[in-house]
């Protein structure tokens, strides 16, 4: 016994575009949005492989787990939102606790190098590190934001 398979030709679509080129709308904030993850993770290497170079995989492990900020979308309904703009809009990723990441960032250059000036004392280093993450996690938000 045979199964004929019929080949119907979809229906013109009528009063719609054409089908384009670009991924559907539900698929092209998931690639976006796996790049961003990604530069989440990019940008600190690069930054502790061109700055921090002698304790190079610490400073990605820190600044990686600053990405723990983004708790704060568990506040915000719907958690996630591709089209929304996390900056000004989650409480950790406003001005006020952007200033305190700057804060993180440039005290412990002040106030926590070691007593023969050789560089950082050890957690002073980790909370300059902490705030850098802080404040690149920032920027690569804010970037998100632009585009
Ligand atoms: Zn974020």
Redo the contacts with the bound molecule.
């Keep these: 016994m045979y199964h004929t398979l019929t080949l119907t030709p979809r229906p013109a679509r009528r009063g719609r575009a054409p089908i384009r080129l670009a991924p559907d709308a539900s698929f092209a904030p998931s690639v976006a949005a796996m790049i961003h993850i990604a530069l ?1 993770v990019i940008v600190p290497l690069l930054v502790a492989l061109a700055f921090y170079r002698p304790r190079w995989r610490t400073a990605t492990a820190i600044m990686i787990a600053t ?1 723990l ?2 708790a ?2 568990l506040l915000a309904d719907p958690i996630y939102d591709p089209h929304r703009c ?2 000004g809009f ?1 409480p ?2 406003t001005l006020p606790a952007i200033g305190v990441y700057a804060a993180l960032f440039v005290l412990p250059l002040a106030i926590g190098r070691k007593a023969d000036g050789q560089g950082l004392h050890r957690t002073a280093r980790a909370v300059h590190l902490v705030g850098l993450g802080l404040l690149i ?2 920027a ?2 804010g970037i998100d934001c632009l585009v």
Excluded: A
């Design positions: 989440h990405m900020v983004d704060d979308h996390s900056i989650h950790l990723h996690h920032m690569l938000d």
